[in-house]
């Protein structure tokens, strides 16, 4: 085996996945793995791939968006067409990504109220039990 290739005992290692998770990629057709018999061997390719496809799924893209940001740099080895759909994706999320946290910190803000509230009348209860 070339030093270009790796198991997927290796990716698995080096990329902190499960086997299951490189198959599933592989079944939708993400990752191209070269087999040998039931070996699959990935090419640096892959490897360039899945961690694209890592900080994808880490931002919040589906992986149907991952698949098309991938294939438009298949089709014709250009990046540009690729970065500028990538750069509106990630505006798009970001603003997603900046709308929620701007939810969870008023969710956050109402809990403590209520929490503030509860142990307030648990101290009530306290003392008018003592």
């Known amino acids: ?3 270009d290739l790796m198991t997927i005992r290796e990716m698995c290692e080096a990329y902190d996945v499960t086997p299951r998770t490189l198959r599933f990629y592989e079944s939708k057709e993400l990752l191209f793995p070269i087999r040998e018999g039931t070996r699959r061997l ?3 390719r892959d490897r360039a ?3 694209l496809i890592l900080r994808g799924k880490r931002f919040g893209f589906s ?3 991952i698949r098309q940001l991938l ?3 298949d089709r ?3 990046q540009e067409t690729q970065l500028r759909r990538t750069y509106d994706l990630a505006r798009e999320r970001l603003a997603a990504m900046e709308t ?3 939810e969870l ?3 956050i803000a109402d809990l403590k109220d209520q929490l503030a509230w509860g142990e307030e009348m648990l101290a009530r209860f306290a003392s008018n039990a003592a």
């Open 1 to 3: 085996m070339t030093t």
């Open 42 to 44: 990935f090419t640096k």
């Open 49 to 51: 791939r899945l961690t």
């Open 63 to 65: 992986l149907e968006d």
């Open 71 to 73: 294939d438009m740099y």
């Open 76 to 78: 014709d080895g250009s």
């Open 100 to 102: 929620q946290r701007a």
């Open 105 to 107: 910190d008023v969710a």
